[in-house]
Nanobody, 120 residues
């Protein structure tokens, strides 16, 4: 029902910055939250940042003060500005969309992921 396409990943040196973008298409009218998760090798997928339609945001403690999530609802696009990147930020970053479904169900949709590598 919703397709998510990420862009902006790549290789960056420690202390550098990247900006990830994710464009949603399909049944975008039912979206209530968009955000970003990441998964490093050997680790579980974890929340990075989310933003609800109300503007409420959630950030992982590890990225607070360094990452900023923003949304352009008119374009159904979510961004993640990543500053002061650290090697431990290396992971596949996945765009996330939560959508309202029938009978109060909440459906999660995921992008294919974009690799972020922080290394010298």
């Amino acid at each position: 029902q919703v397709q998510l396409v990420e862009s902006g990943g790549g290789l960056v040196q420690p202390g550098g910055s990247l900006r990830l973008s994710c464009a949603a298409s399909g049944n975008t009218a039912t979206i209530d939250t968009m955000g970003w998760y990441r998964q490093a090798p050997g680790k579980q997928r974890e929340l990075v940042a989310t933003m609800a339609n109300s503007g409420t945001t959630n950030y992982a403690d590890s990225v607070k003060g360094r990452f900023t999530i923003s949304r352009d609802n008119a374009k159904n696009t979510v961004y993640l500005q990543m500053n002061s990147l650290k090697p431990e930020d290396t992971a596949v970053y996945y765009c996330y969309s939560r959508n309202r479904g029938v009978f109060g169900r909440r459906d999660a949709y995921w992008g294919q992921g974009t690799q972020v590598t922080v290394s010298s």
